[in-house]
């Protein structure tokens, strides 16, 4: 599955904003989903993810109560909502995709889950 990220942007700190994925290809019902992002210097984290069918979703410790991701099967998209912005959040966030299976649930933290990534979209933070 094609991925394409977009909503990026600036935020000032305690601010809110939305980046969305837009998928393609065929069965994207069949793929669990998530967020990964990445700041200047540092590996790639996890941050959000999401079932096939929006059941069950997880969210790495620093962003639980802030970020919300969700996504609409009919029209192949995701979202993450942010709320509550902090300057740690300062990333490239990339949209990811992987099959969903028992290997998806037990490991949805690790990027070797995700087959396909989508291009990135800068978030900035300000203070």
């Known amino acids: 599955v094609q991925l394409q990220a977009s909503g990026g942007g600036v935020v000032q700190s305690g601010g809110s904003l939305r980046v969305s994925c837009a998928a393609s290809?065929?069965?994207?019902?069949?793929?669990?989903m998530g967020w990964f992002r990445q700041s200047r210097g540092t590996e790639r984290q996890f941050v959000a993810a999401?079932?096939?069918?929006?059941?069950?979703?997880w969210y790495a410790n620093s962003v639980k109560g802030r970020f919300t991701i969700s996504r609409d099967n009919a029209k192949n998209t995701m979202d993450l909502q942010m709320s509550s912005l902090k300057p740690e959040d300062t990333a490239v966030y990339y949209c990811?995709?992987?099959?969903?299976?028992?290997?998806?649930?037990?490991?949805?933290?690790?990027?070797?889950?995700?087959?396909?990534w989508g291009q990135g979209t800068q978030v900035t933070v300000s203070s």
């Open positions: 990811v995709a992987g099959l969903y299976t028992s290997d998806f649930i037990n490991n949805y933290y690790s990027p070797v889950v995700y087959d396909d």
């Open positions: 999401i079932s096939r069918n929006s059941g069950r979703t």
């Open positions: 290809g065929r069965d994207f019902s069949t793929y669990g």
